[in-house]
């Protein structure tokens, strides 16, 4: 693990806004891959459908998830995300790989940190950085499956946290500069993957930054378990993470309300990366580099962001005229703790 990492991160952060990168998913599918490129030859026998299990590339098509990061280095971005969404025994056990869900994330860790080093070798005055992403999982802890029954849960907050302390481990193990914990929809689970984080830490004698990020799934500037963002942010606040924000669900149009309730409450550095506009009904992302470009610049000439980069539907593209329009902006400032006790229901309530 790099000494500096910590600090290193966080001095910089101060410095610039930086830039995260863009969609994984939306380049993977520019490669239209097949069931057998996704099998490979280690998995040709496989007894499950591996179509859509854009994680397993990590094994089975390196150089293609390489491309996509290096594609985004090239663009200007300065902090990788992990191919890691769904690097947990909960995601994979869809697919029946669950036990192989640390070996994914380590390998996708291990790749992001060689295409980083690369490039922050050619350019030593421009660090890349490598966040482990730790993703949402499809259940949520909080939230009945069952109409007809409001206490049943699929999953729990000890099963989560036993998941995501090993899939922390696993990317560790790649090195990875920062835990992003992101597109949270439940805060219960997010919660759980802080706690998890936070045991790791303890237990292997490793700090490294954590970031968080949430998502509001609709208008009513909500999270799907019903919390308006400063009540997630309440909720999420002891982590005291490197950075907290918002990704997904919404274009950066829709998502500029949220982006400053954030900016103006929090004590932490503040992260963005919106959807290129919304799908349309061909489920595909009509916003242009330009156009998304130019709503983030308003972003930062408003003191609202320390990081910015794009999700779903966003392309090298997206984050080249992203990074252009922020360049020379100055980094948002943390609020001052002014000590209020600080709760939160589906509300925040501040006394």
Same mark, same amino acid.
């Given at each position: 693990?790099p ?6 991160l ?5 410095e ?7 969609a ?10 097949t ?38 280095l ?54 890349r ?10 259940? #949520? ?7 007809? $029954? @409001?206490?049943?849960?699929? /999953?729990? +907050? !000890?099963? &989560? ?6 899939? #922390?481990r ?6 990875? $500069? @920062?835990?992003?914990?992101? /597109?949270? +929809? !439940?805060? &219960? ?15 292997? $004698? ?102 910015v ?11 080249r ?31």
């Amino acid at each position: 693990m790099p000494a500096h990492t910590h600090t290193r991160l966080a001095d910089v952060l101060r410095e610039r806004i930086l830039i995260l990168d863009g969609a994984m998913g939306t380049m993977i599918q520019r490669h239209q891959l097949t069931e057998a490129d996704y099998r490979g030859e280690r998995f040709k026998d496989w007894p499950s459908d591996l179509k859509g299990n854009n994680d397993l590339l990590v094994l089975t098509q390196p150089e293609i998830i390489r491309g996509i990061h290096e594609q985004y280095l090239e663009a200007g971005a300065d902090i990788l995300e992990t191919c890691t969404f769904n690097a947990n025994r909960l995601s994979q056990a869809d697919y029946g790989l669950e036990d192989l869900a640390a070996e994914i994330g380590t390998a996708a860790a291990l790749l992001a940190r060689a295409c980083a080093d690369r490039y922050t070798a050619l350019t030593p005055d421009k660090p890349r950085f490598v966040a482990g992403v730790l993703g949402p999982t499809g259940k #949520t802890a909080s939230i009945s499956p069952d109409v007809n $029954d @409001a206490g049943a849960r699929n /999953t729990s +907050f !000890d099963e &989560l946290v036993t998941i995501y302390a090993e899939a #922390t481990r696993a990317l560790i193990a790649g090195r990875v $500069d @920062a835990i992003l914990i992101e /597109t949270i +929809f !439940d805060t &219960l689970n997010a919660k759980a993957a802080a706690f998890a984080v936070d045991q790791v830490f303890d237990e292997d $004698d490793v700090v490294l930054p954590v970031m968080i990020s949430g998502t509001i799934t609709d208008a009513s500037g909500r999270t799907l378990s019903g919390q308006t963002v400063e009540a997630f942010y309440n909720s999420l606040r002891h982590v005291r993470p490197l950075s907290i924000g918002l990704n997904c669900a919404l274009g950066p149009d829709a998502l500029r309300p949220h982006v400053e309730d954030l900016a103006r409450v929090s004590e932490f550095c503040t992260s963005f990366h919106p959807n290129a506009g919304l799908p349309n009904e061909m489920g595909e992302y009509d916003m242009t580099p330009e156009q998304m470009a130019a709503q983030i610049l308003e972003w930062a000439q408003s003191g609202f962001v320390n990081i910015v980069g794009g999700c779903c539907g966003s392309s090298p593209a997206h984050i080249r005229a992203i990074a252009a329009a922020v360049a020379g902006q100055e980094p948002r400032q943390p609020k001052e703790n002014d000590h209020r006790l600080r709760l939160s229901g589906l509300e925040a309530f501040n006394a």
